[in-house]
């Protein structure tokens, strides 16, 4: 009963690197998303996804990329790591229906030096 | 825009004893969800409670229930019986359909912390 996997769960990276964030869910769930966590800000929509092929823009996508070949999976790319990418990453995954609950993944504390 | 709002960045509790967290939200949609999500220190997102705004009647699960105040766009979360595993950042959050898609909205958190 995996629910929504992510990885890793803690990186470093230096100023300028790339690197992917995984996130894969079993449950069928059409619609998944990327959020970051920043202390009194709550959780802010990155990027989005209603199915597979489908992605659009949430509210701070500058600097990141998503793609969705699959329902499964929906990895989350920093193109070039910056030290304001500093923060806590949550993958979920949620039916597109609107009254259902949105699972969540374990989190990625992400430091960018 | 919908926003949702929670004015209290931190609160604390006596165990065993009653709390309220605010929210207040600002849509203009008729057809809207409301949820409060609980992220212990394990950082794990936890669904505590939710909400329909059709239904007038306030949500309850065990020692959590809300205040659903829909005229005013006030959704509070009220922790009956305080224990020390309910200390944690608790979110509310909204969720409405924009162009057909359903996107949460979520306020900046309330750090609850419960003493014993």
């Known amino acids: 009963n995996a629910g929504v996997t992510q990885t890793p769960k803690f990186q470093v990276l230096k100023t300028g690197q790339s690197m992917t964030l995984q996130c894969a869910q079993d449950m069928n769930h059409e619609y998944m998303s990327w959020y970051r966590q920043d202390p009194g800000m709550g959780l802010r929509l990155i990027h989005y996804?209603?199915?597979?092929?489908?992605?659009d823009q949430g509210e701070v996508p500058n600097g990141y990329n998503v793609s969705r070949s699959t329902t499964e999976d929906f990895p989350l790319r920093l193109l070039s790591a910056a030290p304001s990418q500093t923060s806590v990453y949550f993958c979920?995954?949620?039916?597109?229906?609107?009254?259902?609950?949105?699972?969540f993944g374990q989190g990625t504390r992400l430091t960018v030096v | 825009a919908q926003t949702v709002t929670q004015s209290q960045p931190e609160m604390s509790v006596q165990e065993a004893e009653t709390v309220t967290l605010s929210c207040t939200y600002d849509t203009s949609e008729s057809n809207y969800y409301l949820f409060w999500y609980k992220q212990p220190p394990s950082r794990q997102m936890i669904l505590v409670i939710r909400q329909e705004a059709y239904k007038q009647q306030n949500a309850t699960e065990n020692r959590f229930s809300v205040n659903f105040q829909k005229a005013a766009k006030s959704f509070s979360l009220k922790i009956s019986d305080s224990q020390l595993g309910d200390t944690a950042m608790y979110f509310c959050?909204?969720?409405?359909?924009?162009?057909?898609?359903?996107?949460?909205?979520f306020g900046t958190g309330t750090r609850l912390k419960v003493l014993a």
């Open positions: 979920a995954s949620r039916p597109q229906t609107g009254d259902t609950e949105a699972f």
């Open positions: 996804s209603v199915g597979a092929g489908i992605t």
């Open positions: 959050a909204f969720i409405a359909s924009t162009s057909g898609t359903y996107k949460y909205i």
